[in-house]
T-cell receptor
Framework: DSGVTQTPKHLITATGQRVTLRCSPR?????VYWYQQSLDQGLQFLIQ???????AKGNILERFSAQQFPDLHSELNLSSLELGDSALYFC????????????FGSGTQLSVL | GENVEQHPSTLSVQEGDSAVIKCTYS??????FPWYKQELGKRPQLIID?????GEKKDQRIAVTLNKTAKHFSLHITETQPEDSAVYFC?????????????FGTGTRLTVIP
């Protein structure tokens, strides 16, 4: 167990819908990262938050947004869903002083039908 | 920005043989190089890491080497076992707290044939 909690584990929805993925980082970690992994693909960086503030954006679509709350949990909102958004979405957190050392959650498998 | 290249994309070895995965990076400011292992359907997990002030690090059957001059680093797995079968990702980081600075390679799918 990495200490990073993601919910839900699975999500099935229809095109055009909106979903919210939730992540709680490890106790004490201020940084939260979101990654998208399509079938047999690598880890595509979406966005990073640090102590409530957005710090970096990757290949995140305008239909996607995220935020980190005062208690440090984070939510990734995906709207106007398309078939191509079906993927495994990972959240990760990193400890202070070692920002490249990521602890991943178990992921949310999103299926858009 | 940083560019991390990883080779090969797939690798098959016989059980008991060694496996080597190589990565190169472009940003000389990178100073932390972690390796992640992702088993099928599971989360990526850190298996070993190395900092730029160290040339080699070992942990049982796995080792990582770093050549700062050439900007490349490698993962070595000896005496491979079927449970080593997974996708391995290398990464490079500049170590700046609070800013995204972790760049992943594209992954290597390792298959260990019993």
């Amino acid at each position: 167990d990495s200490g990073v909690t993601q919910t839900p584990k699975h999500l099935i929805t229809a095109t055009g819908q909106r979903v919210t993925l939730r992540c709680s980082p490890r106790s004490g970690d201020l940084s939260v990262y979101w990654y998208q992994q399509s079938l047999d693909q690598g880890l595509q960086f979406l966005i990073q938050y640090y102590n409530g503030e957005e710090r970096a954006k990757g290949n995140i679509l305008e239909r996607f947004s995220a935020q980190q709350f005062p208690d440090l949990h984070s939510e990734l909102n995906l709207s106007s869903l398309e078939l191509g958004d079906s993927a495994l979405y990972f959240c990760a957190s990193s400890p202070e002083g070692v920002p490249g050392k990521l602890f991943f959650g178990s992921g949310t498998q999103l299926s858009v039908l | 920005g940083e560019n991390v290249e990883q080779h090969p994309s797939t690798l098959s070895v016989q059980e008991g043989d060694s496996a080597v995965i190589k990565c190169t990076y472009s940003d000389s400011a990178s100073n932390y190089f972690p390796w992640y292992k992702q088993e099928l359907g599971k989360r990526p997990q850190l298996i070993i890491d190395i900092r730029s002030n160290v040339g080699e690090k070992k942990d049982q059957r796995i080792a990582v080497t770093l050549n700062k001059t050439a900007k490349h680093f490698s993962l070595h797995i000896t005496e491979t076992q079927p449970e080593d079968s997974a996708v391995y990702f290398c990464a490079a980081s500049t170590g700046e707290t609070g800013a995204n600075n972790l760049f992943f390679g594209t992954g290597t799918r390792l298959t260990v044939i019993p």
